[in-house]
């Protein structure tokens, strides 16, 4: 069911891969409340992609940009005004990758030239994001900005690496950001802790699979699925949530708050 949430509003969403991207999700969900959208990604992952089947859906363009580089930045914001014919109303950050769990490399063994590259592309860009968003006046007031996040950045998961190093700072940048952009513009911005999701970047965590099992029986309402994820940003979006800003919004089925559940206890009963 639509509620034309979204109805004359206008935005970009970051990183939308293939059809298992919580971004690809949020594009259609934001294109059926009556959104117009531009789609962008790094250039080498819209080669990966399928990302014009997307855009054709959503009857969109697709504008590649690194996130990491501030003059693909300030073209994609200027090239998405003038195709969009004006200021957006949101933008969602759908970025992140780490070259050491890729790689397989252990927290206390980390490359360091590639961490920089994680924390830049996972984090940093999110500041890139916002402070070229600003310097250009290309959002509107009461705008919305959403970055996707993992509770890794509050507790530790071992095989995540330093991703969770990267979610802390972004959850970070988003607070800051928020307080400065909320007082010049007031436009709000958010991050969303989601569940275990089988992305395709997810899936390439070690001991992806059992984790995604473990959260499934250790939250009440089980994990949430890319699609309701997708809900909850359209809600980020929309009016509905003009007071809200500068929240890690946790979107896990209750495993954020839930210390044991019976199912998981039962497995060390004897």
Same mark, same amino acid.
């Given at each position: 069911?639509?509620?034309? +949430?979204?109805?004359?509003?206008?935005?970009?969403?970051? #990183?939308?891969?293939?059809?298992?991207?919580?971004?690809?999700?949020?594009?259609?969900?934001?294109?059926?409340?009556?959104?117009? %959208? $531009?789609?962008?990604?790094?250039?080498?992952?819209?080669?990966? #992609?399928?990302?014009?089947?997307?855009?054709?859906?959503?009857?969109?363009?697709?504008?590649?940009?690194?996130?990491?580089? $501030?003059?693909?930045?300030?073209?994609?914001?200027?090239?998405?005004?003038? %195709?969009?014919? #004006?200021?957006?109303?949101?933008? +969602?950050?759908?970025? #992140?990758?780490?070259?050491?769990? !890729?790689?397989?490399?252990?927290?206390?063994?980390?490359?360091?030239?590639?961490?920089?590259?994680?924390?830049?592309? @996972? @984090?940093?860009? +999110?500041?890139?994001? +916002?402070?070229?968003?600003?310097?250009?006046?290309?959002?509107?007031?009461?705008?919305?900005?959403? &970055?996707?996040?993992?509770?890794?950045?509050?507790?530790?998961?071992?095989?995540?690496?330093?991703?969770?190093?990267?979610?802390?700072?972004?959850?970070?940048? &988003?607070?800051?950001?928020?307080?400065?952009?909320?007082?010049?513009?007031?436009? !709000?911005?958010?991050? %969303?802790?989601?569940?275990?999701?089988?992305?395709?970047?997810?899936?390439?965590?070690?001991?992806?699979?059992?984790?995604?099992?473990?959260?499934?029986?250790?939250?009440?309402?089980?994990?949430? @699925?890319?699609?309701?994820?997708?809900?909850?940003? %359209?809600?980020?979006?929309?009016?509905?949530?003009?007071?809200?800003?500068?929240?890690?919004?946790?979107?896990?089925?209750?495993?954020?708050?839930?210390?044991?559940?019976?199912?998981?206890?039962?497995?060390?009963?004897?």
């Amino acid at each position: 069911m639509n509620y034309n +949430l979204l109805k004359g509003k206008k935005g970009i969403i970051f #990183g939308a891969l293939d059809p298992n991207s919580i971004a690809w999700k949020v594009a259609q969900h934001a294109h059926n409340e009556g959104a117009e %959208i $531009v789609l962008t990604n790094a250039p080498v992952a819209l080669r990966l #992609g399928v990302i014009n089947d997307l855009a054709k859906e959503c009857n969109c363009q697709v504008i590649p940009a690194d996130a990491t580089s $501030v003059p693909d930045l300030e073209n994609l914001f200027n090239k998405s005004m003038e %195709i969009l014919g #004006g200021k957006l109303d949101f933008v +969602l950050h759908s970025v #992140g990758m780490s070259p050491n769990v !890729r790689k397989n490399k252990p927290y206390t063994d980390l490359d360091y030239e590639y961490y920089h590259k994680t924390i830049d592309i @996972s @984090s940093m860009s +999110l500041h890139k994001v +916002l402070q070229v968003a600003q310097k250009l006046d290309a959002i509107n007031e009461w705008g919305s900005v959403v &970055a996707l996040t993992y509770i890794a950045a509050q507790r530790v998961f071992p095989d995540y690496g330093d991703m969770a190093d990267a979610k802390s700072m972004l959850e970070s940048i &988003a607070r800051s950001y928020g307080y400065h952009y909320g007082k010049l513009k007031k436009v !709000r911005i958010n991050t %969303i802790s989601q569940s275990p999701t089988k992305t395709t970047a997810g899936s390439g965590v070690k001991g992806f699979d059992g984790f995604y099992n473990y959260a499934d029986q250790m939250s009440p309402l089980g994990n949430a @699925s890319s699609d309701s994820c997708a809900d909850y940003c %359209i809600t980020l979006f929309s009016d509905l949530t003009r007071m809200v800003t500068m929240q890690n919004l946790f979107h896990d089925g209750g495993f954020s708050y839930t210390g044991i559940s019976k199912e998981v206890m039962e497995k060390f009963l004897g």
